[in-house]
């Protein structure tokens, strides 16, 4: 297997969020140290460090990726895009706007993971039945209960994206 190439003293550079970054991190840092370590961003989490719950979890090239265990050597050249880059304030990305209206969320940890999982979804299969749903986003550990809400939400944002 190739690896990419990293400049000299520990530059890598992809893009994050729709804008080109530099960061300058050791090759072996997983992605998710990068996001948010010198790219200062807080939506993926570290939760369980093995794939396990999908807190991390973003899009890379616009598929899903766990960034903790993804090398950011991984992200060379690469379009990387967090919860943060789904929308702005100004103009929120509808899952943003219908996990809102439908208050599916509780402690909120996991849904950054959720929502990029589900941007996925509903740029693959703008349509989604709940069982599509459910099997995009069953890499996602939820404790709080919201799994019908959350549900209701990615099929409410596939309604207002069709309209």
Known sequence: MLRPKIRRGGMV?????????ALDVP?????????RGPAG????????????????MVLVDGKPAYACTLS??????RAVTTVEGLGTPDAP????????????????????????SAAA?????????????????????????????IIRAVRRAAREMAA
């Open 93 to 116: 990305h509808p899952l943003q706007t219908a996990f809102l209206a439908e208050q599916a969320g509780q402690c909120g940890y996991c849904l950054s993971g959720i929502l990029v």
């Open 121 to 149: 979804l509903l740029a693959r299969d703008p349509a989604p039945d709940e069982a599509a749903i459910r099997a995009a986003l069953d890499p996602h550990l939820c404790r709080c209960g919201s799994h019908n809400r």
């Open 27 to 35: 090759s072996e840092a997983s992605l998710l140290q990068a996001l």
């Open 13 to 21: 550079e992809f893009t994050l969020n729709g804008a080109a970054v």
């Open 41 to 56: 961003l807080s939506g993926p989490r570290f939760g369980c460090g093995d794939e396990q719950c999908g807190s991390c």
């Open 72 to 77: 950011v050597a991984a992200a060379v050249g």
